[in-house]
């Protein structure tokens, strides 16, 4: 019998690394079907979208690309079934059509994430201009006393 040594040992490949969790951008991502609204999407990345806020939750209707609001406590079936769960509820005849709509709605993501960001961002107040400093402001109204003083001086 043959001894195996670290010259005589096979070389091992290790195995292929499968990821763990999705990549980021579909973290962001939530996908699921409405009876009333259709297939919807959320977006994580808008404030308040996030697990643990209690804001309600900003939706897209891919159909029409609006967004709407939900109280989070309405975010559970039969309201909204999440994607993967509402594709394996449907019949085989149905289930394949439903599957191809979804992934073409999923393609078109960049899509409706400037869409969702552009409908949140109107939603929000405007930026107030910031204020000059009070040194600046002072020195400021000096200059115009100062400019009002010498133009009455001149008269």
């Known amino acids: 019998m043959e001894s195996v040594t670290e010259d005589t040992m096979p070389e091992m490949t290790p195995p292929p690394k499968v990821p ?17 609204d259709g297939w919807v999407v959320l977006d994580r990345s808008i404030p308040g979208n996030g697990s643990g806020s209690k804001q309600p939750l900003l939706f897209m209707r891919c ?12 975010w559970r079936p039969p309201a909204v079934v999440f994607a993967p769960n509402y594709l394996r509820s449907l019949a085989a005849t149905e289930s394949s059509g439903a599957g191809e709509t979804f992934k073409a709605l999923q393609d ?3 899509e409706f994430e400037v869409e969702i960001k552009k409908q ?22 000096k200059a115009e006393v100062a400019e009002v003083v010498s133009d009455a001086e001149e008269e």
């Open 108 to 110: 078109r993501w960049p």
């Open 63 to 74: 159909k029409d690309m609006i967004t709407f609001v939900m109280k989070r406590e309405d």
């Open 20 to 36: 763990l969790a999705p990549p980021p951008s579909e973290k962001t991502q939530w996908w699921g079907y409405s009876k009333k």
């Open 120 to 141: 949140w961002d109107a939603t929000q107040p405007a930026p107030e201009a910031p204020k000059p400093p009070k040194k600046a402001r002072k020195k400021a109204v």
